[in-house]
């Protein structure tokens, strides 16, 4: 290890403790070099790692939507680069994004994507054993939500043994507390006399983000409270207190006080909820003065993240691959064409040029938003990938559209082809209000057989294989054409 990465890895460690301290800007800013610095060495592992760190950066700062820009970010240049346990622990990131915003259907469809991916990881990583704990909890508590009390039990059993294993006490206590609450809905309370006393015992941090241990308290209060447990709630309160206390964090400090409000309403003690009302009030203000400082300090080091990212992109241009999709790019496209072209003139062969266009695709990134309409991208990228393994080329030609290349193509390969990209898409059922064809998301595919590329330049391939995308797009979209030379 040079000397140069020995300071950069200190660098890493101390933005934990920044995070950890409030001191967000800061944090955001040292993991962001980071990755700058990741991403010029090569290191795909610890640039992962710093864009996941950023993204919870950006969360702790109220930013969600720059978190999720860090994750979508990380996500598309892990899949680039085949570090398949990774890419579980980006979609358990975007889950979690979801997960508090409530949207909790949402929220456990990327749990269930990040989980199945992480236990069938093949490049095991540092952090594998970790995550895989986390996103059992995560998964547990969105079907909590959603009130599917059998499938999240299932999950939480799962998530508690993974915890032991790794012996992390700070997951353990969670999924232990989520476990009561299942149970004593049942009106089982054996659970939960058993590990009463463990609970209640003191808070484990195991250095988790004050949210994650927000999160753990107010569902260990909910427990305690469902329960009947006043006195333990409040030595619960009180724990919490005295960490937050130490950090001195204003949204903390509300959601603290918070919690004590609830406490006295609930135990009746009128007096010690006006006191705390007052408290609450004055670090609301507190903490509307700070959030405004905290945007803006946000967007500065979304600045300097987005010159990073731009090196990421210009990056991934020059390897040929797409950043978003995985595929490769147009760059590819241009380099790879000629090369086909000469082989089919060596070979004789004939080619099969495709262009695939989602239809009304601007309509639902206004309607549904630009993140939305990004996975969107990587799914009818994954399922051009599937249609054409083994037998032809994929990339992303730019925008919405596809090209697909197909080299001594069977009889009617293009048809089966397009018919099996539609019928996969008309399954999946994708909701597009936006969409003049239908309220769903559709495809439109032009495609040219040539018996004799080599007669041709690729650019007039192409220019056929449009004329009958356009000849589609012109009779009503959501269709395929073939034509042959």
Not at 116 to 145: F, H, M, R
Not at 180 to 187: A, D, E, F, V
Not at 203 to 210: A, G, V
Not at 405 to 432: C, F, Q
Request: aromatic share 12%; charged share 30%; net charge negative.
């Amino acid at each position: 290890m040079s000397k140069q990465d020995k300071i950069v890895l200190e660098d890493y460690q101390h933005a934990r403790e920044c995070l950890w301290s409030g001191e967000y800007e800061r944090a955001g800013k040292i993991y962001e070099e980071c990755s700058r610095y990741f991403i010029e060495t090569g290191d795909v592992a610890m640039y992962a790692k710093s864009q996941i760190s950023l993204g919870i950066t950006f969360e702790e700062m109220g930013s969600r939507d720059m978190a999720m820009d860090c994750y979508l970010q990380g996500l598309r240049y892990v899949r680039a680069n085949g570090l398949d346990a990774y890419e579980g622990v980006f979609y358990q990131s975007i889950g979690n994004c979801f997960l508090v915003l409530e949207d909790y259907q949402r929220a456990a469809k990327y749990f269930e994507l990040g989980g199945q991916i992480l236990e069938d990881a093949k490049n095991y990583t540092d952090i594998y054993e970790k995550w895989l704990a986390v996103s059992y909890l995560n998964l547990g508590a969105a079907y909590l939500k959603l009130g599917e009390y059998d499938k999240s039990e299932e999950v939480f059993l799962k998530g508690l043994a993974k915890a032991r294993e790794v012996g992390n006490t700070y997951y353990e206590e969670t999924i232990i507390v989520e476990l009561c609450r299942i149970r004593c809905k049942r009106g089982d309370t054996k659970f939960f006399e058993e590990n009463r006393e463990y609970l209640i015992s003191g808070l484990k941090t195991e250095e988790e983000t004050p949210t994650d241990l927000f999160f753990t308290v107010s569902e260990m209060l909910a427990l305690l409270k469902e329960t009947a447990c006043y006195d333990e709630m409040y030595k619960v309160l009180t724990d919490f207190e005295n960490i937050i206390v130490s950090i001195d964090l204003p949204n903390m400090r509300v959601k603290l006080y918070e919690l004590y409000m609830d406490y006295y309403k609930t135990v009746g003690d009128g007096e010690s909820y006006k006191k705390v009302c007052v408290k609450h009030a004055r670090y609301c203000k507190i903490l509307s003065d700070k959030e405004r400082l905290e945007r803006i300090r946000a967007i500065n080091v979304k600045i300097d993240y987005e010159e990073a990212k731009s090196s990421i992109i210009s990056a991934n241009s020059i390897s040929g691959v797409d950043g978003l999709t995985g595929l490769k790019n147009r760059h590819a496209l241009n380099t790879d064409a000629k090369r086909i072209i000469a082989e089919c003139d060596d070979t004789k062969e004939a080619l099969l040029v495709m262009i695939i266009d989602i239809d009304c695709f601007k309509g639902y990134n206004d309607t549904y938003g630009h993140i939305k309409g990004d996975e969107i991208l990587v799914e009818i990228s994954d399922i051009i990938s599937s249609a054409i393994k083994d037998i032809g080329y994929a990339y992303r030609f730019g925008g919405d559209e596809f090209v697909v290349i197909v080299k001594n193509p069977l009889k009617n390969v293009g048809d089966r082809i397009a018919t099996e990209l539609r019928s996969h898409l008309h399954h999946m059922s994708i909701k597009n209000e936006a969409s003049t064809v239908r309220s769903e998301l559709t495809l439109s595919i032009g495609g040219y057989l040539v018996k004799e590329p080599w007669k041709y330049s690729f650019d007039e391939l192409l220019n056929n294989a449009d004329d009958a995308l356009y000849v589609v797009k012109e009779s009503g979209r959501n269709d395929y054409r073939i034509v042959n030379s």
